[in-house]
DNA sequence: TTTGATATGTCAATCGTTTAACATATTTTC
DNA sequence: GAAAATATGTTAAACGATTGACATATCAAA
């Protein structure tokens, strides 16, 4: 492996030279420029960037911390963020923490150990004080953390309000809403939250079912819909917190015989591919997922500048209709 | 940032003793281990990986190089290799190629720059020479170079032989296979090899289109589905090279009052959630995603040992019957 | 008592790059 | 012809951990 020193030599010049030349620094004439450029490409020289994170204080890279990948949402997410932390130099050091706490806690000592320009937590699940050591900007999506950096939401109570008024209106008068994990607090409850008000409001019964951490591992949440709409045989519209669980409630409803949106309406969240691709095809909450990624990216580049960011960015959801509901 | 100089100094020893308790080497007391250990504690110390990236002569990171995050073979294939990844204490560095060019042979250079222990490279598009220069193990999934190291497959002709001799056997007479594709060439061409030699066997006529290397990245099949459909509207048996496909195939085939399986046989490729998750459910060939993934970073690790590996491995796939054909 | 195992200290080099201080040219400009 | 700008060389420290050579000390067993 070509090494400055290697490229000094073979360009006839100093290390003090060829460095001025990579990093533009001072004096250069245009003759070492193409004598150091030649060299390079000759020796195939790349320079290690391994040195250059130790010479410095951090590294250009971010550390990137999600609960699962097979999951289309973060699937989503992960490739927006990738995209904009590209655009600003960054790296991406993955870490799927598969909603398992000490992974999780792992990957975020990695991550400093690392020396990660920055960290982006998705949803995540470990608890406040593992953050409060940690010196790099951590930016949290759909979680908020005292001790966090800054966070980025979209507005779920929004997003909760938007579902309830659409199965109100499509004449639905007993709603059944499958929501978060109950174990956890996170942002995502204002979902439930939104649609219980509007329910109240105008006078609609509905029952709320809680989804468990092993079920957003492995995705299936088949049984717990089935048992949900065995217990409440009346529902005749479903809100469930993402496009995942709509597509399975889809295929729950055909086996038990329920005319989707005939007998019932439904409403995923998310809106991602999947939710076009189903049949038929899902209404669904849109979250803006680019901007999100791209704030996200933005704010953590901001904050490792030592830029004071805002603590909390809330971005507007919207429905889209389609033929569920 | 605590360094070992200031747990040496916190515990009362020196930098040599602390490295050796951290490294489990030489002679160490209980005593000493103790020391050292509530120091780490107290001042919250993680071994900075840059430095031993550096002092090493390389990483314990991955580079990890797929076209697309949001297409769920990817997402699966990601997922799964992290997976194995971080069970043999390797990092991931994520690197969305994008089907760009351009942007793979960058993330190749930064791969090398930053040192990674090796290259996993799904379905890459570059050019074979870029890899001449490359020191460092590069393991090919779905993709076969000359000069990689190893790589990693599944059995694509059986995959197209299973599919042509499931279609023919349900009936169909008039087939239609979506492929790869057509400007770069792919072990996944193989499929249409086994589709062909067993359509050629039985006599049954089929024809062919090709996609564009846009579509891999955005995902819209619709209009080439259905202009494919129109041009060959005797057609009664599609096999298509992903479950994105046929899912996309049968949203065309709805809009066109085509029935499935009635009219139409779809078969599709990889099963990935998605073909549990259409209406009707995809038939489709499944890809031994995990165990590839599990290959394809052990062979990696074994590689960067010096090890001599199989140049390449081909994996058996076969059918999940569902409900589309 | 001697030997050897155990335990730690000291010191310095190494990994590859950056950067600053300082010296020394050559060329340009007034 | 002097001052300023341009260009490069020399040297060494720094980043943080690893590692090896070597010294020294304690304690056990032979």
Do not use: W
């Not at 975020?108 to 949803?123: E, F, P, Q």
């Not at 729950?252 to 439904?266: A, F, L």
């Amino acid at each position: 492996m070509a090494t400055l020193k290697d490229v000094a030599k073979e360009a006839g010049l100093t290390v003090g030279t060829v460095s001025r030349v990579l990093n533009n620094r001072g004096y250069i004439s245009d003759d070492a420029r193409e004598k150091v450029n030649g060299a390079m490409k000759k020796l195939n020289y790349h320079p290690n960037e391994v040195a250059r994170s130790l010479q410095g204080k951090s590294t250009n890279t971010i550390g990137l911390i999600v609960p699962h990948i097979r999951h289309p949402y973060f699937a989503e997410m992960i490739s927006n963020i990738e995209n904009q932390a590209y655009k600003k130099g960054y790296r991406i050091l993955l870490c799927n923490a598969q909603s398992i706490e000490e992974k999780e806690r792992e990957y975020i000592d990695i991550c400093t150990g690392n020396r990660v320009a920055g960290i982006i937590l998705c949803s995540g699940t470990v608890s406040v004080e593992v953050f409060d050591g940690i010196r790099v900007p951590v930016i949290t999506m759909e979680r908020f953390l005292d001790n966090g950096t800054a966070a980025v939401e979209c507005d779920n109570r929004q997003g909760g309000t938007l579902a309830a008024e659409r199965l109100i209106s499509c004449g639905c008068r007993h709603l059944l809403h499958v929501g978060n994990i109950s174990s956890i607090s996170m942002p995502a409850d204002q979902r439930t939250e939104g649609f219980r008000q509007v329910c109240e409001k105008m006078g609609v019964a509905f029952h709320e079912v809680f989804t468990e951490k092993s079920q957003y591992h492995n995705m299936k949440y088949d049984a717990l819909i089935e048992k949900a709409l065995q217990e409440h045989p009346e529902t005749d519209g479903l809100f469930v917190n993402s496009d995942v669980i709509a597509a399975q409630a889809l295929q729950v409803c055909r086996r038990m015989g329920i005319s989707v949106p005939g007998q019932m309406k439904v409403i995923g969240f998310d809106d991602v591919n999947i939710a076009a691709l189903t049949t038929p095809q899902l209404t669904t909450i849109h979250q803006p997922v680019r901007e999100m990624a791209e704030i996200a990216v933005n704010l953590l580049h901001d904050a490792a500048s030592g830029k004071i960011v805002p603590k909390r960015t809330v971005l507007p959801v919207y429905l889209v209709e389609r033929e569920t509901a």
